[in-house]
T-cell receptor, first 108, second 114 residues
Framework: GIQVEQSPPDLILQEGANSTLRCNFS?????LQWFHQNPWGQLINLFY???GTKQNGRLSATTVATERYSLLYISSSQTTDSGVYFC??????????FGKGTKLSVKP | DVKVTQSSRYLVKRTGEKVFLECVQD?????MFWYRQDPGLGLRLIYF???????EKGDIPEGYSVSREKKERFSLILESASTNQTSMYLC???FGTGGGYEQYFGPGTRLTVT
């Protein structure tokens, strides 16, 4: 089955810094999503991006499906960006395979 | 906005009890999913359903069953709760059969089995 690997596992930034999170997946996919898990455990949808580039405010994402990776960019990071970011790739049945996540800590 | 709700945010049950976790979505989605999340193991699929009364096993179905009597509601059942089922349970839904559709998650239920 599909395997999803995220890097780095942990990231510590100063407020205002930029960062790039990476997601590699082992097979072709028809769904690729990025989530932010808030402190209460809810998964917040950031991007649905099986291919191409999207931007939403300070966040943007790019998926290069032919090379089987996706990148999440966070610019001008804020303390509220702290948390765990998950990448998940979709199988043909529709369910998602999740990476282990990147734990981001933004220091004031 | 898509809304997925779960019946409880926190739940404490005793070993051997029958436990029902309820999930409701309001967007007429065909697909619904149950995952559990554990430290070090990440999120894993328990069961999913692509239509009313249909169900498919995920990666870790042992000890669980599901019910989908109405399109908007998907229930996860722990027939006899055990301590190793202490976990965070997340429900999700998506439009359409098969893959290629954005998945939306509920707020999660933290279940503790003592």
């Amino acid at each position: 089955g599909i395997q999803v690997e995220q890097s780095p596992p942990d990231l510590i930034l100063q407020e205002g810094a930029n960062s790039t999170l990476r997601c590699n997946f082992s097979d072709s996919v028809n769904n690729l999503q990025w989530f932010h898990q808030n402190p209460w455990g809810q998964l917040i949808n950031l991007f649905y991006i099986p291919s191409g580039t999207k931007q939403n405010g300070r966040l943007s994402a790019t998926t290069v499906a032919t090379e089987r990776y996706s990148l999440l960019y966070i610019s001008s990071s804020q303390t509220t960006d702290s948390g765990v970011y998950f990448c998940a790739a979709g199988r043909s049945q529709g369910n998602l395979i999740f990476g282990k996540g990147t734990k981001l800590s933004v220091k004031p | 906005d898509v809304k997925v709700t779960q019946s409880s945010r926190y739940l404490v049950k005793r070993t051997g009890e029958k436990v029902f976790l309820e999930c409701v979505q309001d967007m007429d989605h065909e697909n619904m999913f149950w995952y559990r999340q554990d430290p070090g193991l990440g999120l894993r699929l328990i069961y999913f359903s692509y239509d009313v009364k249909m169900k498919e096993k995920g990666d870790i179905p042992e000890g669980y069953s599901v019910s989908r009597e109405k399109k908007e509601r998907f229930s996860l059942i722990l027939e006899s709760a055990s301590t190793n089922q202490t976990s965070m349970y997340l429900c999700a839904s998506s439009f359409g059969t098969g893959g290629g559709y954005e998945q939306y998650f509920g707020p999660g239920t933290r279940l503790t089995v003592t």
